[in-house]
């Protein structure tokens, strides 16, 4: 007879993510993840010790509560392990971070104008930053590919060498699947990340993991709308992609108040949709703005009032965000298997 319905070890391997998720957002105490995470005191105790143990976690300084005795916080280890990231496309550069997915090297990445080359020159980079920052293959977790979808086959060629060199494992994702995951990494539940420019680009996690799938530039806002190459009609990314803003006497800047109202409305005509259907806990836009995309958020949080609990974001799309993104999925993946 069965005593239960999942046998003791996936029980603890899952009550060890949940730990995991837990520390990964911020340090916190053991009662802390107890009393969020719904774990009874003893296992977080007896699951964290053997984190501490295997050196994943460390004790960091108490907090003073105010009142009573000062818990002590776990922390994640962020050099116990070491990923590599890979940006081929807009952003070319090779760099390596730590556990807690922060760039810590990086390098330029030139691989000329001949893509074909490109998996050998990323091997040879990779092999001279690692030997430059004396960090032993050993010690590395797995190999985070960024490249855009227009690319996705040189990414898998990309990939399997990768594989096959350093025996590590690796996995490909767009730039703007990359940048969901590393700004939804505090929220449970789903988050779409929405990326302003030239193209309208999206990515939807759910619960820190990708969810692979289409694009919001073709969700239909209006169906009298003009005819998309996609056969629908009225798509979002015929409105506000640049190119479409400078079309409708726009400017591109979301820091413009006139773009920053339009853009808003367009926005939440898909965004609407898109809540009810995902349950979306944050929404999080990204493109390039002098003011943190101030004028923008605030527009579309006046929009989205009814829709109590949506979290609101605003990532400069930077180098540096591109740099500290690229590891997050690989990084996630890692945390996943422990
Ligand atoms: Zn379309």
């Not at 391997?13 to 957002?25: A, C, M, Q, T």
């Not at 990359?178 to 990494?185: D, E, Q, R």
Request: aromatic share 4%.
């Amino acid at each position: 007879m069965r005593s239960a319905v999942y046998p003791l070890s996936n029980a603890r391997s899952d009550n060890r993510l949940i730990i995991f998720k837990h520390v990964r957002k911020a340090p916190i105490s053991r009662s802390d993840i107890s009393k969020s995470a719904g774990i009874c005191k003893s296992s977080v105790t007896a699951l964290t010790n053997q984190m501490i143990s295997q050196g994943l976690l460390t004790e960091i300084g108490a907090v003073d509560t105010g009142v009573g005795r000062r818990p002590v916080l776990l922390d994640i280890v962020a050099d116990y392990g070491y990923a590599v990231g890979v940006s081929v496309g807009r952003d070319n550069f090779v760099c390596i971070s730590d556990l807690k997915a922060n760039a810590i090297v990086c390098s330029d990445l030139d691989y000329g104008d001949e893509p074909s080359k490109a998996p050998q020159k990323i091997k040879e980079t990779i092999e001279e930053i690692l030997s430059l920052s004396n960090i032993p293959l050993k010690k590395c977790i797995g190999i985070g590919i960024s490249i855009s979808e227009c690319l996705r086959e040189l990414g898998e060629n990309i990939k399997q060498e990768l594989e096959r060199a350093f025996g590590l494992p690796a996995r490909v994702d767009t730039p703007t699947e990359l940048l969901c995951t590393a700004n939804a990494s505090s929220c449970d539940g789903s988050s779409i990340l929405i990326s302003l420019g030239d193209e309208l680009l999206s990515a939807v996690c759910i619960d820190g993991k990708i969810l692979k799938g289409g694009n919001i530039e073709h969700f239909s806002i209006d169906c009298n709308g003009d005819a998309c190459a996609c056969g629908s009609r009225g798509c979002l990314g015929g409105y506000v992609s640049d190119e479409a803003l400078r079309k409708n006497g726009y400017s591109t800047s979301p820091d413009n108040a006139d773009t920053a109202e339009y853009i808003a409305e367009k926005l939440y005509c898909a965004l609407i949709s898109v809540c009810n259907l995902l349950a979306l806990k944050r929404i999080i836009v990204c493109g390039t703005s002098e003011e943190n995309g101030e004028k923008l958020i605030n527009a579309l949080r006046e929009r989205l009032q009814s829709k109590a609990g949506i979290e609101l974001a605003w990532v400069e799309l930077s180098f540096e965000t591109a740099r500290n993104s690229v590891c997050s999925a690989i990084v996630n993946e890692y945390f996943e298997r422990q």
